[in-house]
Structures are given as structure tokens and as C-alpha cells.
């Protein structure tokens, strides 16, 4: 892990000298093995049809993007030569872990009971026991977590953030990822 936090410190230093282009994440291709059906279950969230088209037989692409979100999802035939199901730790980001788990629910969706972590890294892992019942203890923020998978297997992490480090932090990705290899890492976690 310190190699990554050396590569982190290095991509900064040389960054400063060179001017940021804005670089903005807006879709995120996800493996599908029957076209139709994925559609239907992605209208089923009540997420925004944006496209759905096709150049004959054997391309066809659309696109969905989920309430409030400023990035969208796209799958179809031949977009990508990944193995269905593949996708896996997509996030969505709520304000109210239980009422986003709730309107799930309500949709039809299998989902997980609402947890937390007991062991670094366990939301990514729903076999092992890290994962802790209930909602993160006094309902921390990024600390709650609900799962689902689309009929595939592409799973989705619901996530409750109920508080940012404030106004909008230009360097939150440096932030972040720190926080991230320190979580993995088993350390104390930045504030």
C-alpha cells in the first residue's frame, strides 16, 4: 500500500505544474447478456430511458440514467466485450439509506437489508461475515450501505452520504483516494 500512496503523492506533485482540463465521469458500460430483459429491469428502477437505438442486427445501445445522477449507464450488443455480470461495486449515492432501500422494494428489487462494515472492505464482499446489520453507528456518513445486482449479476451498492467536507473541495479525489488505501490498508482513516 505505500507503493500507491507514493504513486498518489508523485501524480500530485507532477500535476502542479500542468493546468486541469475538467474531466467528467457521464457513463459507465455495464455487461449484459439479454438486452431486453436488462431494459426492463433498469426501467423498473424508474431511471431515465435516454437512448435506445440500433445499426442492424448485431449493434444496439441504450442508455439509462438514474434519478438525479450526472453520470448514466449503457448497455446493448457488442458494446463491450466484458463477461456479463462482471460489473460489480457501482456505486449510487443516497441521502436516506432506508427510504432509497425502501422505494427498491417497492419497485420489486432483491435487495440486501440496510449494514455497515465490521471489517474493512466487507461491502465489497456479501459472503463474508464483515458485513455488519443495521445502518453505520450514529448514521455516520459513506458508512451505511445496501446491495442489489441487476438480472446478470452486475451489483450496485447503495450508500448513504448525509454530509460532504463541506463547499465543493477541488481536491476531494486526492481525498478520497487516501481515504480509500487507508481503508483497505486497515488504517486510521482521514477526516
Request: include cysteine.
Amino acid at each position: 500500500m505505500a507503493n500507491l500512496k507514493d504513486e498518489i503523492r508523485s501524480n500530485d506533485a507532477r500535476d502542479a505544474s500542468v493546468a486541469r482540463a475538467d474531466m467528467k465521469l457521464e457513463v459507465v458500460v455495464i455487461p449484459v447478456s439479454d438486452v431486453d430483459r436488462a431494459k426492463e429491469f433498469y426501467g423498473s428502477l424508474g431511471w431515465r430511458l435516454d437512448a435506445d437505438r440500433a445499426a442492424g442486427d448485431d449493434f444496439r445501445i441504450i442508455q439509462y440514467t438514474p434519478p438525479g445522477s450526472g453520470c448514466s449507464v449503457q448497455f446493448g450488443t457488442n458494446l463491450t466485450p466484458a463477461t456479463p455480470g462482471s460489473a460489480q461495486g457501482l456505486y449510487l449515492i443516497v441521502s436516506d439509506i432506508e427510504a432509497a432501500r425502501d422505494e427498491l422494494v417497492a419497485r420489486r428489487v432483491e435487495v440486501s437489508a440496510v449494514f455497515h462494515e465490521g471489517a474493512p472492505g466487507a461491502r465489497f464482499h456479501p459472503a463474508t461475515n464483515g458485513r455488519v446489520s443495521g445502518p453505520a453507528p450514529g448514521r455516520g456518513s459513506y458508512g451505511s450501505y445496501a446491495s442489489f445486482s441487476d438480472p446478470d449479476g452486475n451489483g450496485w451498492l447503495l450508500q448513504e452520504v448525509t454530509a460532504r467536507t463541506g463547499q465543493a473541495d477541488p481536491n476531494w479525489p486526492d481525498w478520497y483516494a487516501e481515504y480509500m488505501v487507508r481503508e483497505q490498508a486497515g488504517e486510521e482513516l482521514p477526516q
